[in-house]
């Protein structure tokens, strides 16, 4: 079993940065980051294969969020720049037992317990 602790969420005037870390218990291989606002479904934000080879975005952040790991450290990053209130939400970190991303969270089988993201206009 595999558990990912996130952090670095908080509040954050729009055009501003955060960055996000997820710590994980064990080895993963390829990890994700989602995000969920209030009344809306869970959206694909990044994921990044076990490598790291290999990155892929969705649309929303495409050019602003960067995901990036460390696998000496079993952490995974998203460095998010330009930073908009519609960016608001839930962030939560996934892994799944595969190397290769995904951007369906069905896909995943761990997930941490989410972080806060509030961006303000």
């Known amino acids: 079993q595999v558990q990912l602790v996130e952090s670095g969420g908080g509040l954050v005037q729009a055009g501003g940065s955060l960055s996000l870390s997820c710590a994980a218990s064990?080895?993963?291989?390829?990890m994700g980051w989602f995000r969920q606002a209030p009344g809306k479904e869970r959206e694909f934000v990044a994921g990044?294969?076990?490598?790291?080879?290999?990155?892929y975005y969705g649309d929303s952040v495409k050019g602003r969020f960067t995901i990036s790991r460390d696998n000496a450290r079993n952490t995974v990053y998203l460095q998010m720049n330009s930073l908009k209130p519609e960016d608001t939400a839930v962030y939560y970190c996934?892994?799944?037992?595969?190397?290769?991303?995904?951007?369906?969270?069905?896909?995943?089988?761990?997930w941490g317990q989410g972080t806060q993201v509030t961006v303000s206009s």
């Open positions: 990044i294969s076990w490598s790291g080879g290999n990155t």
């Open positions: 064990g080895r993963t291989l390829a």
């Open positions: 996934a892994a799944r037992t595969s190397t290769a991303a995904s951007a369906r969270t069905y896909d995943y089988d761990y």
